[in-house]
């Protein structure tokens, strides 16, 4: 897949992929539907942090999911 280019399949391509590294278990808490292409960059560094790291801290969780929230349209 190439995430270089911003389109709706990469931003839902990259959310399921960071739901299944954390292991989100409310998955309508955080849909691809909730993003747009505006943010795209964000998301994306979001995602290249989450895919490269094994395990996360609950803190951390916390992080990132307040960080999404932060990044959902208005």
Not at 10 to 26: D, G, P, Q, T
Not at 36 to 47: A, R
């Amino acid at each position: 897949m190439n995430l270089s280019q911003k389109s709706t399949e990469n931003v839902e391509y990259m959310i399921e992929k960071i739901k299944e590294k954390l292991k989100v278990l409310n998955f309508g808490a955080i849909k691809p539907t909730h993003f747009d292409e505006e943010m795209y960059e964000e998301l994306k560094e979001i995602y290249e942090m989450v895919v490269k790291k094994n395990s996360f801290s609950p803190s951390e969780m916390q992080a990132i999911v307040e960080e999404l929230g932060n990044l959902r349209k208005r």
